[in-house]
């Protein structure tokens, strides 16, 4: 079961990383704070989903492309619970900045874990076919300071 659990998180990482590459490239350099809001409102709404057992409300905030990689909210969940448990159940988390690409928004979250570890995670983020936000993936940030 572990191999499978890597062998789907590193597939998960390969797909987001060629997402984050693709969507690199600045839109332009204006403030997001017009959207900030949406989109916050959207990953502060999964993380209490995902607090409350709620896998059909927090699966609800992904995009296609990560529901065709986890077909169902089960598996979804599951896949946050063993591989994320600081997004599962941080004890706080903090928005940071956020950046407008040309494939959409990416912004960054601070968690803090149980044991008052710290975590980033750049969450891509793009409108879905009803012009709502949707999560495209959660990209670890590493070896950043003053984030």
């Given at each position: 079961?572990?191999?499978?659990?890597?062998?789907i998180?590193?597939?998960?990482f390969?797909?987001?990383?060629f997402n984050?590459?693709?969507?690199?490239?600045p839109?332009?350099?204006?403030?997001?704070s017009?959207i900030?809001?949406?989109?916050r409102?959207?990953?502060?709404?999964?993380?209490?989903?995902?607090?409350?057992?709620?896998v059909e409300?927090?699966?609800?905030?992904?995009?296609?492309a990560?529901?065709s990689?986890?077909?169902?909210?089960?598996i979804?969940?599951?896949m946050?619970?063993?591989?994320?448990?600081?997004i599962?159940?941080?004890?706080?988390y903090h928005?940071?900045?956020?950046?407008?690409?040309?494939?959409?928004?990416?912004?960054?979250?601070?968690?803090?874990?149980?044991?008052?570890?710290?975590?980033?995670f750049?969450y891509?983020?793009?409108?879905?076919?009803?012009?709502?936000?949707?999560?495209?993936?959660?990209?670890?940030?590493?070896?950043e300071?003053?984030?």
């Amino acid at each position: 079961m572990k191999i499978v659990g890597f062998l789907i998180r590193t597939l998960v990482f390969i797909f987001l990383f060629f997402n984050l590459v693709a969507a690199a490239e600045p839109e332009k350099s204006g403030e997001v704070s017009n959207i900030e809001s949406e989109i916050r409102g959207v990953i502060s709404d999964q993380i209490d989903a995902f607090s409350k057992f709620d896998v059909e409300r927090a699966y609800s905030h992904a995009s296609k492309a990560i529901k065709s990689i986890f077909p169902s909210a089960k598996i979804f969940g599951s896949m946050v619970r063993q591989s994320y448990p600081m997004i599962w159940a941080p004890k706080e988390y903090h928005f940071l900045k956020a950046e407008v690409t040309a494939g959409g928004v990416i912004q960054r979250v601070i968690f803090t874990d149980e044991k008052e570890n710290l975590h980033l995670f750049d969450y891509l983020m793009l409108p879905n076919e009803l012009g709502n936000w949707a999560i495209n993936g959660v990209i670890p940030v590493m070896g950043e300071k003053g984030a």
